[in-house]
């Protein structure tokens, strides 16, 4: 028995050693090897920002949007990027959207003194806007609540309504 178990084995790793070496095989990229144009390695999760002219992670930089009951049926989160820390008061922002692959700009809206719903951050020709009500963030699109951020570290947009 031991005899045949041995033959048995010993042919098998014949069978598998081939006297020709195999011939064109794909040869696959080593993950975080690839870079884009920008040099951002998007399987590490990085991005290109072009308002804050680096790579980021939006979901370490970014401020989260969740899905909005009212809105299309939607499961990921968007996002808005502001400009990096220490920059003078902000003027743009950077929205990412679910399914999309470029973020869209956004400009800050001059906030009056009084308002209370103000549109602080729009881009017009996309209709999208994003408005401040009662601690909360509402971000439109189209006239149709999409998304929101609630109940979290607002620093960076609250300084959006700062008097103009």
Partial sequence: MKHVFGILSAAALMGACSPHPPTAQATLPVTGSEKDDH???????????????????????????????EGPKQTQQAFVVMPAQGASAPRQAELYLPGHSEPLLLQAVPVSEGETRPVVLQN???????EYARDDYLLYIKGQLAFHRHGQDNTLLDALLAKR
């Fill in 39 to 69: 040099g951002c390695i998007a399987s590490a999760g990085y991005s290109w920002s072009p308002l804050r002219g680096e790579c980021i992670r939006i979901f370490e930089v970014g401020l989260a949007f969740t899905p909005s009951d």
């Fill in 124 to 130: 017009k020709p996309a209709g999208v806007e994003i």
